[in-house]
């Protein structure tokens, strides 16, 4: 079987790692992929949101299945395409894509259902969200509505700064059309889990629980990032916490997005928050979570090829998933000056016995042989551990045996989680 990623960051190097474990996957094409998952694929220099260069690669090469994991394609109506073309995906189609596409949607959608998440506001004018702005109690959040990689919610603590943050996205629309209509949501409060899930469009099939480290410094400060390091399983996650979000928020949503007419395949993921109130849902996404998944993937003892073909065939099944007992830790190193401006370039040196299973390239590329870093986030070292103690042990053990000028990373992940667990 021959194997189309789309893509080229940890997330999709992480796919492509596990992936691989299947004996029948043969080729494996990486679109673009990058300087170190050229070492598990075959990388082609095709943006993943280039989708006429990818549907002609697809038609010159005997693909036999595609993994679309980026949130842009997928809402660009990448799978849509390739299906046109009778090779089967895993990622949910354009229709289905939106629930992480408009947060509008994703909004009215919980709320026509009685999903639970943070009541909001939708403007499409920035004076009638400025008036609001000025009466609504602090702090707001304000987020745009369509993909701002990420960056797309601010955290206002005052009438100035959600005012300048709605000035950005309606009147400067730093994130272009996506921020064409804002969303004001209600604060929210708690400890945040993400949950990723396999789903069929009927079943839905939640992997083993994660935390991620979105902001850049250390203590949970400074700027929201696409995310500084992971561990899984989250301990405030607990099975009766599980049980309420099967029936409240995972079931309710698959159940939701088939009665609109937009069934969605694929892996589903749950930003929740934990709030006195019960599990909220902070956002969807239409796809793995980068970096959750340098730690689910590690964790995950079914084979990951079967359950996506399942995925596609809709003939997903619970016994088919299965997570080991022990935990993981991710810790991404990333270019000092990230998520602002940063200089690239530097040669990584790999230790020789680094183990390269447990490394999981992302900003990074080849010149004149040698790996050079060519992003902010370059890489995760991640590592599993029977306790998350060994696993951050063992993480940070890496990290640190990796190096390239300018290296910067936190020096707390998986703190607060081992806080919680009382193994600090
Ligand atoms: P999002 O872009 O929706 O993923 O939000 C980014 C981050 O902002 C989340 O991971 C939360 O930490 C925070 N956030 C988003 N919405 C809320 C909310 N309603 N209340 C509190 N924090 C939030
Ligand atoms: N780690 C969060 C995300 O992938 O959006």
Redesign the pocket.
């Known amino acids: 079987m021959n194997i189309l990623v789309v893509g080229g960051g940890g997330r999709e190097h992480a796919v492509i790692k596990s992936l691989r474990k299947n004996p029948s996957v043969g080729t494996i094409w990486c679109l673009p992929g990058n300087g170190g998952i050229a070492r598990d694929a075959e990388c082609v220099p095709i943006k993943a949101t280039d989708l006429t260069g990818i549907t002609d690669f697809a038609k010159a090469h005997p693909v036999d299945f595609a993994v679309v994991t980026p949130d842009d394609p997928l809402c660009l109506g990448l799978v849509d395409e390739l299906e046109a073309l009778h090779i089967p995906c895993f990622g949910p189609r354009k229709n289905a894509a939106i629930i992480e596409g408009s947060?509008v949607f994703s909004k009215e959608l919980m709320k026509k259902y009685g999903i639970p998440?943070?009541d909001?506001r939708v403007f499409s004018d920035a004076d009638a969200a400025l008036s609001y702005l000025k009466t609504c109690g602090y702090?707001?959040?304000v987020?745009a509505d369509g993909l701002?990689l990420?960056?797309?919610?601010?955290?206002a603590d005052n009438f100035e700064e959600a005012k300048s943050a709605v000035g950005k996205m309606m009147v400067d629309k730093i994130f272009g059309e996506s921020g064409s209509r804002v969303l004001v949501?209600?604060?929210?409060?708690g400890p945040?889990v993400s949950v990723l899930s396999f789903t069929d469009g009927n079943v839905v099939v939640p992997m083993v629980s994660s935390m991620?480290h979105?902001r850049a410094l250390d203590g949970d400060l400074g700027l929201?990032t696409g995310g500084m390091g992971t561990i899984a399983p989250n301990p405030f996650y607990t099975p009766e916490i599980a049980k309420i979000c099967m029936q409240t928020i995972f079931l309710p949503t698959i159940e939701a997005m088939r009665k609109e007419g937009r069934t969605f395949r694929g892996c589903l993921y749950f930003?929740l928050?934990l709030t006195p109130q019960g599990p909220?849902v902070?956002?969807y996404?239409c796809r793995f979570g980068d970096p959750e998944t340098q730690v689910v993937l590690p964790l995950l003892k079914s084979d990951l090829f079967t359950v996506m073909q399942a995925c596609r065939n809709g003939t997903l099944k619970e016994d088919m998933v299965s997570f080991s007992k022990g935990a993981a830790c991710c810790v991404v190193l990333a270019s000092e000056g990230y998520p602002g401006q940063y200089r690239t370039g530097y040669e990584i040196t790999l230790p020789e016995e680094a183990p390269w299973e447990e490394i999981y390239i992302a900003g990074a590329k080849i010149s004149n042989g040698k790996l050079v870093t060519a992003g902010g986030r370059v890489l995760g070292a991640a590592a599993t551990g029977e306790t998350l103690k060994e696993a951050v042990r063992r993480a940070y053990s890496l990290a640190e045996r990796i190096g390239f000028e300018n290296a910067y990373k936190r020096s707390d992940i998986g703190a607060r989680a081992l806080r919680a667990l009382g193994e600090e």
């Open positions: 947060k998440t943070a909001s702090p707001v959040v987020k701002a990420g960056k797309g919610a601010v955290i949501e209600e604060f929210l409060t945040e991620d979105k929201n930003g928050m909220k902070i956002e996404n």
